[in-house]
T-cell receptor, first 113, second 108 residues
């Protein structure tokens, strides 16, 4: 089954404790991205990757890191989480970066206290 | 930079009624996509519009792309409880930008 998986689905952590949210897709998609969803703000892109070892900042990259060592995986790293990073996070993949259909993962609900 | 505005933010609909959500871009778009997110779920792709003035239908849903390729609309007829959720538009010029979404609730 074609899918995007994320782990963990829920996470409560404390300020400053490094965390990683994993994302994996099995569709051989080149393009992957991370979004955060906050009430009234829709989906805002954090980082994206057009291929292995190619990553770039989205609209709200501050406080986040990513890596793309393999085509299927695109982890999101919060080196020192802060309460304003409490949000719902979605990983997404698509065939290309030319505005093609996005396939979203199930989401990770993160709370930073 | 590109901005995509979506209105209304909330839509409360009586079951059986019609409603429309609108999407406006500050720039001319190459294409526009629509997604639906059920409560507690993730966005799921509905459709993509590419051509100026394009109209596509999916059962009770009608999607339109404006002549100038800067706006789009989603019209739902005879709303059902299964239509509950948040509808996002996403416009692409050099990047894909999502609107803030229209959250739809249905009164039975």
């Amino acid at each position: 089954e074609a899918q995007v998986t994320q782990n963990p689905r829920y996470l409560i952590t404390v300020t400053g404790k490094k965390l990683t949210v994993t994302c994996s897709q099995n569709m051989n998609h080149e393009y992957m991205s991370w979004y955060r969803q906050d009430p009234g703000l829709g989906l805002r892109q954090i980082y994206y990757s057009m291929n292995v070892e190619v990553t770039d900042k989205g609209d709200v990259p501050e406080g986040y890191k990513v890596s793309r060592k393999e085509k299927r995986n695109f982890p999101l790293i919060l080196e020192s989480p802060s309460p304003n990073q409490t949000s719902l996070y979605f990983c997404a993949s698509s065939l290309s970066n030319q505005g093609s259909e996005q396939y979203f993962g199930p989401g990770t609900r993160l709370t930073v206290t | 930079g590109q901005q995509v505005m979506q209105i209304p933010q909330y839509q409360h609909v009586q079951e059986g009624e019609d409603f429309t959500t609108y999407c406006n871009s500050s720039t001319t778009l190459s294409n526009i996509q629509w997604y639906k997110q059920r409560p507690g779920g993730h966005p799921v792709f509905l459709i993509q519009l590419v051509k100026s003035g394009e109209v596509k239908k999916q059962k009770r849903l009608t999607f339109q792309f404006g002549e100038a390729k800067k706006n789009s609309s989603l019209h739902i007829t005879a709303t059902q409880t299964t239509d509950v959720g948040t509808y996002f538009c996403a416009g692409y010029d050099y990047k894909l930008s999502f609107g803030a979404g229209t959250t739809v609730t249905v009164r039975a």
